[in-house]
């Protein structure tokens, strides 16, 4: 894996965020689309919902439109305000089980500027510092994925409104394992944004728009306002990039995994079985690319949004160990991953993530073989029909038994 990727990926799942508060991943973005110097090849926009959409663009050999969607949010914390008593009042949204905050630590990200300018082709940097916190009792919230949480020995100059993540230092790299506070989906917008630089640096003739969705983690609802405000044309194809669950049937090191579904939906075979055919071409005749097809049924995923719209949608994923930082007491991972006895670092394999980009790259680059028409396959298979086997089925009787 080269340095370059390696960097990109840690400077993503390293950023503040929580659903509704992507503000640092937009901030990273907005610094890191110029420093490319891509000029005309790469522009980028934001909807009404705050969703971002990368577009690169040049001599496409194919008229389709390609969507690869990634979201921002990672389950966290939002500060709001102190009680009497000095202890800090936040909510918690996203899928964590209340067991998990018993004993739990976290930290609140405090900025002190608004960024620096950076020279051309190097990855920005978000200023500020990280303040600790370690929390006192969860209840439920208003809603239903919220949590009320109140917090103590958090710095009195913590304003309201800061996001807060579990206690988890930066991503650090051990044995081709990824340690992060937040790999779902981080480590998705990272490969999608890899996958644009490779694009650009190789001036692939191809057309592709990479969506950066929010609030994920609370019911898909920045791939619910792309859809339903018609952002995404419903004729384009929608591969959802995301982390899952692993499962023991896929493991972290087999490559990355091209979902055919998820705990809701099984995705658009016809899209499933071109990224498969890509993955295969890849494989063919080097050790070096791995990857797996695999029903990931950990949970439910933007990809399930686009299929129940009527999008040709599909997925591949990373396969995620402590899936939302949850795990148990007696998980084997240092202390110093842990922000508290049932909660630590996610983990992903970085050769699976290095995999990942070099297939969305690929796909991109091979958009224009992609027939999403049902009658190609039942062509093909007609032609096999039609060559030998309707000769060797009727050319003898079977012999009857006497």
């Keep these: 894996m080269n340095t370059r990727l390696l960097d990109l990926l840690k400077a993503v799942v390293n950023l503040p965020t929580a659903p509704y508060h992507e503000q640092y991943v937009d901030q990273f973005i907005n610094q890191w689309v110029p420093s490319l110097d891509a000029g005309k ?155 644009l630089e490779e694009l650009v640096l190789r001036k692939a003739r191809t057309s592709l728009t990479v969506l950066i969705t929010r609030a994920e983690e609370v019911g898909f609802a920045g791939s619910l306002a792309a859809i339903m405000n018609h952002e995404v044309e419903q004729t384009a194809s929608v591969i959802g990039l995301e982390t899952s669950s692993l499962q023991p049937e896929s493991p972290q090191g087999g490559g990355p995994v091209v979902r055919v579904g998820d705990k809701t939906s099984i995705f658009s075979d016809r899209l499933t079985r071109f990224i498969g055919a890509t993955a295969a071409d890849l494989a063919y005749g080097t050790n070096d690319f791995y990857w797996q097809r695999r029903l990931m049924h950990g949970g439910t995923c933007d990809t399930t949004a686009f299929q129940a719209f009527g999008y040709d949608a599909a997925g591949i994923c990373l396969a995620l160990g402590n899936y939302h930082n949850m795990c148990k007491p007696t998980t084997r991972i240092s202390e110093a991953l842990r922000g508290g006895p049932h909660i630590a670092a996610e983990t992903i394999n970085v050769n699976d993530f290095s995999n990942l980009v070099t297939l969305l790259v690929a796909i991109a680059e091979s958009l224009h073989k992609y027939n999403p028409d049902a009658s190609a396959l039942k062509s093909r298979l007609s032609k096999m029909y039609r060559q030998d086997q309707r000769r060797l089925l009727f050319a003898h009787k079977l012999n009857k038994i006497t």
């Design 41 to 195: 090849l790469l522009t980028s926009r934001r909807d009404r919902a705050g969703n971002i959409y990368l577009q690169y663009y040049y001599r496409p050999r194919s008229k389709r439109k390609l969507v690869f969607e990634a979201h921002s949010d990672h389950p966290g914390f939002v500060s709001l305000n102190r009680s009497r008593k000095g202890q800090l009042k936040a909510v918690f949204r996203g899928g964590v089980r209340y067991e998990c905050f018993a004993g739990g630590r976290a930290r609140f990200w405090l900025p002190e500027s608004s960024g620096t300018q950076h020279s051309l082709h190097a990855l920005p940097h978000i200023n500020g510092r990280w303040i600790p916190a370690e929390i006192t009792s969860v209840m439920p919230g208003r809603q239903s994925n919220e949590k009320v949480v109140q917090l103590a020995g958090v710095d009195a100059s913590l304003p309201p409104g800061s996001i807060g993540m579990w206690d988890i230092p930066d991503a650090r790299v051990k044995r081709d394992i990824l340690y992060a506070r937040a790999c779902d989906d981080l480590a998705g917008v990272a490969a999608a944004l890899a996958a």
